[in-house]
C-alpha cells in the first residue's frame, strides 16, 4: 500500500484563503477538495485552478454520491483538512448532514477515526478577514454561526484552529507525529 496523504478541502470561505493555499502548496503528499462554493473563491481570489492541478490531485463536488471519500476506508488518507470552512459547512457537519463532497470527507473521516483540523471561518463575535483584490473588511458573525464553531470544537477526532499560524502548526504537529 502507498503511503497515506493528507486530504485537504475548500469550501466557500475566503477567509484568509490566499494564505491557506500558500501553505497547501508547500506539503507533499496531499490532495484537494474543493466545494462547488471552494471553485468559485478560488476564482474570486485569482488562485489559479490550473496550477493547483499541476501541483496535486484535484477533486471536485461534481457526483451526488461524493465517490473519492471511500479512499478513508482503505487507509488512504492520514488526516482531513478544511481549511478555510464556511458557516454553512460547520453547520451540516455539526448537524450530522453529509450531502456534499466536502460533509462526507468529514463525516467518513471521522467514521474511520482519522483526525480531521478544522479552520472556520467564524470564530469571533468581530474579526478582521481578507475580501477579494486583498482588501482587509471587518465581519460581525451571528451568534447561530459561533455556536456552530463551539460545537464542532467538541467532536471526537476533530482539532478547530483559530488563525493560519494555528493551522500551520497543527498540521506539522500532526504531519511530525506519523
Known amino acids: 500500500m502507498k503511503q497515506p496523504r493528507l486530504a485537504w478541502a475548500v469550501t466557500g470561505s475566503g477567509h484568509y484563503i490566499e494564505e491557506c493555499i500558500e501553505f497547501l502548496l508547500t506539503l507533499d503528499q496531499v490532495d484537494l477538495y474543493l466545494s462547488q462554493a471552494g471553485e468559485e473563491v478560488l476564482k474570486m481570489y485569482a488562485?489559479?485552478?490550473?496550477?493547483?492541478?499541476?501541483?496535486?490531485?484535484?477533486?471536485?463536488?461534481?457526483?451526488?454520491?461524493?465517490?473519492?471519500?471511500?479512499?478513508?476506508?482503505?487507509?488512504?488518507?492520514?488526516?482531513?483538512?478544511?481549511?478555510?470552512?464556511?458557516?454553512?459547512?460547520?453547520?451540516?457537519?455539526?448537524?450530522?448532514?453529509?450531502?456534499?463532497?466536502?460533509?462526507?470527507?468529514?463525516?467518513?473521516?471521522?467514521?474511520?477515526?482519522?483526525?480531521?483540523?478544522?479552520?472556520?471561518?467564524?470564530?469571533?463575535?468581530?474579526?478582521?478577514?481578507?475580501?477579494?483584490?486583498?482588501?482587509?473588511?471587518?465581519?460581525?458573525?451571528?451568534?447561530?454561526d459561533l455556536k456552530g464553531t463551539d460545537k464542532i470544537r467538541q467532536f471526537e477526532y476533530t482539532d478547530v484552529v483559530e488563525s493560519v499560524d494555528e493551522l500551520i502548526t497543527s498540521v506539522n504537529q500532526r504531519l511530525a507525529s506519523l
Open 47 to 144: 488562485i489559479d485552478l490550473n496550477m493547483l492541478k499541476q501541483k496535486m490531485p484535484v477533486y471536485r463536488d461534481k457526483a451526488a454520491s461524493a465517490p473519492p471519500v471511500g479512499l478513508f476506508y482503505t487507509g488512504h488518507y492520514h488526516t482531513f483538512v478544511m481549511a478555510p470552512t464556511t458557516s454553512n459547512t460547520i453547520a451540516k457537519c455539526v448537524l450530522g448532514i453529509a450531502d456534499s463532497l466536502v460533509t462526507n470527507l468529514y463525516s467518513q473521516a471521522g467514521k474511520c477515526r482519522v483526525p480531521s483540523i478544522v479552520y472556520p471561518c467564524d470564530i469571533a463575535p468581530e474579526m478582521e478577514t481578507t475580501a477579494p483584490k486583498n482588501k482587509k473588511v471587518m465581519v460581525y458573525p451571528r451568534k447561530i
